[in-house]
């Protein structure tokens, strides 16, 4: 799945609640991944820092609309995540 680079301040509530909906067609099974790039807690290193999230296999359904939704909580962008990388985009 080909997912479009989303600015944040376009998709924000005014309660920073983010909703992202996709589909593909595709004739194997997909491994969607969320990708959040961000400088939070980076000082002036450079590029951003970069955390993935595999989406699990039970919020993957067949069609355009999705029959359930994964919520992933709350994040604190400011905690050092396990295999976090760094990316000089």
Known sequence: MVVPVISIPDFCTKHHVY????????????????????????GIKPGQRKVKFRIPSQ???????????????VLNLETIFPKEERDLI
Do not use: M, W
């Open 19 to 42: 909703q992202f909906q996709g589909s593909e067609r595709e004739a194997t099974n997909i491994d969607p991944v969320f990708k959040v790039y961000h400088d939070c807690d980076d």
């Open 59 to 73: 919020y993957i359904s067949s069609g355009a609309v999705p029959k359930r939704l994964f919520n992933i909580g």
